[in-house]
């Protein structure tokens, strides 16, 4: 029998033989999937995924004995050809599992490919009919270890059959083709990650000489260490007498089932700390895996992280929290083999992940191969998406279908935090499926009437637009009467305006401070490090852009903002009289003149935002208008929840779905039906 060659290492020297990597690649996967009770698919994609990596030339190739490159030679094809030729084809599911298998073995080096591209030309029909000869599939079939083909032909009906009641399950529970198909697409990216990170896995594992093992994690002790440092923070004062209430009901909530659930926390309610009391009560009733964060801010993630360190990390022990973001994961989008051992970053096989909405949306959308090999681990998680309303109106229904088909195939739980919970579960064409939610705040208007601290006012409802000169002034004047004042506006030209005038006007005895996303993240944190060390001692003006009105914990006596949506007014009172210092923090909206024109989210929240002020003049962020708002706001743009690509004429939604556009083109170049012959 040939030797079939894998993967060689240079130090230690060494030899991976490819029987070996494949056994080992399958009984990871098989791991992964059983997340899913779908286990021998793992088994069958993982012994197959290679198949063609038994040929003479990548033997060749791999000893540096040929001129071939390592794209020349097709390892993939023949694995999913083996399936294509050798699987009980049958009904409808079946078929769909069949493809799904061959399109992970095809896709696990490239990420997963179309089945007809945009323009109607038939991708996967050409690759899995491509010539048996090109693909070295008789030669590799003919070299590989035949206990292997054994192994394969023992699990492949089996792994058919529970992948087709899987899909057959899903799709009966649907009623619109387009969701439908949109989760069967999330279905097939979840099988190819698995395939992926078992694979990089093994192929890690060799590299570094040191066998793969999953941690297994105290979750009892990190969850006592938790609860034990809770009880030591501070008491007594009115708002800590509030914070408490809040996580004394996530506390409550977490017996629940899993599910979809929302935590509606005015800003200032301890909101990190509470839901994390949720997530590791929830994720300990109920035998989950993982905590993951999404924040939409880089500087929210590392501040958050930070806490969550201090409450259940100990000094002899390794970090249990992992930051992944832009400021650390820096990596080739498609690098396949590191010299390291990095799997809580690559992978988020870790027990807290902190990440970035980007990131979370990248790891079910993108293409290539990094993102996608982290989305098997959401399986069984617990997934709290901290200030939700943050999420871009275009992605809204690849949002939702996300979060219907991780609630519902795969286990996990999902918890929306907001003080300003926008509608996603009613009113759009795809909304989240949160009938059976559970908004765990017990009272969440009394919560809101307690934790009231601010005024908001509408300084100019009537008359022309203000620019930085008034709110120059407006600053130097309130000044006079409280010791901090932030102003946040909507561009980044206006915050240069007002701070350079402020630094024309202000009295040398007057701190000020400019922060934007012109900075670097390092400036950026150091600029809010010394500005939060200077409250409380003199006279402070900080100008910003939104950056920091959405889970930045600081504290101002008064707030000057720019008119924008009704959800970033709260946001920016958030900031303002924060630790109830004061009996009355005020609020000063603004109408300004800046070019909102490119800013479309932001544009649109300033007209709703401009009516709901004029009728509600005393209430304008109590939850009754919040919720009126939104209804404006929300729902009558739900045409552009679906991503519109104008450039292309369809939407992401779409093609990522039925792909209406895609196969109109095919049927009018090749005509009517997609064939796809048995190769």
């Known amino acids: 029998m040939p030797c079939n060659v894998a993967h060689i290492r240079g130090v230690p020297e060494a030899t991976q033989y490819l029987e070996d990597h494949l056994h080992g690649t399958a009984e990871v996967c098989e791991r992964f999937l059983n997340e899913l009770g779908i286990s021998e698919v793992g088994r069958v994609i993982g012994l197959l995924h290679d198949l063609g990596k038994a040929s003479q030339d ?34 409808i599911y079946q078929n769909i599992a069949i493809e799904m298998m061959e399109l992970s073995i095809l896709s696990h080096h490239s990420g997963l490919i179309n089945c007809i591209s945009s323009d109607g030309e038939p991708v996967f029909p050409n690759r899995i009919n491509k010539q048996l000869t090109k693909t070295y599939y008789e030669e590799a079939c003919g070299r590989i270890d035949p206990t292997i083909i054994d192994d394969i032909n023992r699990s492949l009906d089996v792994a058919t059959n529970n992948l087709a009641v899987f899909i057959e399950k899903l799709c009966v529970s649907i009623d619109d083709s387009k969701s439908r198909l949109f989760r069967l697409s999330l279905l097939n990216r979840f099988i190819l990650s698995s395939l992926i990170d078992a694979d990089r896995i093994d192929t890690i ?18 969850r006592d260490r938790f609860e034990n440092r809770l009880c030591l923070m501070g008491k007594g004062d009115q708002i800590s007498e509030i914070r408490k209430q809040i996580s004394d009901d996530c506390l409550s909530a977490a017996s629940n089932k899993p599910g979809v659930f929302t935590l509606s926390v005015p800003t200032g309610g301890g909101k990190t700390l509470s839901s994390f009391r949720f997530a590791i009560n929830h994720l300990s009733d109920n035998n989950m895996s993982r905590i993951i964060y999404v924040v939409p801010y880089l500087s929210i993630i590392e501040q958050n992280a930070m806490v969550i360190r201090g409450m259940v990390n100990a000094d002899s022990e390794s970090d249990y929290v992992t930051e992944c973001h832009s400021n650390v994961d820096v990596g080739d989008d498609d690098h396949e083999e590191s010299d390291e051992w990095n799997s809580p970053m690559d992978s988020w096989d870790g027990p807290i992940i902190f990440t970035s909405m980007v990131q979370f949306l990248e790891t079910l959308f993108s293409s290539g191969t990094k993102r996608i090999r982290r989305m098997h681990n959401l399986a069984n998680s617990v997934i709290v998406f901290d200030e939700i309303q943050c999420l871009p109106i275009k992605t809204v229904f690849m949002f939702n279908e996300a979060v219907n088909f991780l609630c519902k195939e795969c286990g996990a739980s999902v918890v929306l935090c907001t003080a300003t919970q926008p509608c996603l579960g009613s009113g759009i064409d795809y909304p989240a499926e949160m009938s059976n939610s559970v908004e765990i705040v017990a009272d969440v208007q009394m919560l809101f009437d307690k934790l009231k601290r601010t005024s908001v006012n509408y300084v100019n409802p009537t008359g022309p637009p203000k620019g930085p000169d008034f709110i120059a002034d407006m600053a130097l004047d309130k000044i006079a009467e409280v010791s901090s004042i932030l102003i946040i506006v909507n561009t980044k030209r206006m915050a240069k305006a007002v701070f350079d005038l402020l630094r024309e006007k202000a009295s040398s005895d007057i701190d000020l401070y400019h922060l934007s996303t012109n900075m670097c993240a390092v400036h950026r944190k150091g600029v809010l490090e010394r ?35 009704l959800d970033s007014i709260a946001q920016a009172a958030g900031r303002c009289n924060r630790n109830a210092r004061h009996e009355c923090g005020n609020v000063f909206v603004v109408r300004t003149g800046e070019n909102t024109s490119s800013l479309r989210d932001i544009e649109e929240g300033c007209r709703y935002a401009d009516i709901l002020m004029r009728k509600y003049p005393e209430d304008v962020i109590s939850p ?4 009126e708002y939104y209804k404006y706001y929300f729902f009558k743009r739900n045409n552009e929840m679906y991503y519109p690509l104008k450039t292309v004429g369809m939407s992401l939604f779409g093609m990522l779905s039925n792909n209406k556009s895609g196969v109109q083109s095919y049927k009018n170049k090749y005509g009517k039906g997609l064939i796809r012959n048995k190769c």
């Open 531 to 565: 500005l939060k060390m200077k409250l409380g001692h003199g006279k402070v003006i900080c100008v910003s852009t939104q950056l920091i009105e959405a889970g930045v914990d600081i504290d101002f006596d008064s707030v000057i903002r720019s008119l924008a949506g």
């Open 58 to 91: 990548f033997n060749d190739y791999i000893a540096d004995r040929n001129d071939y490159s390592r794209g020349e030679i097709d390892h993939s094809t023949a694995g999913a050809q083996y399936i294509n030729k050798n699987a009980e084809h049958g009904s």
């Open 205 to 222: 594992s060799f590299q570094i000489d040191r066998k793969y093992e999953r941690n297994d994690i105290r979750w009892d002790v990190l």
């Open 624 to 627: 009754k208008v919040m919720n």
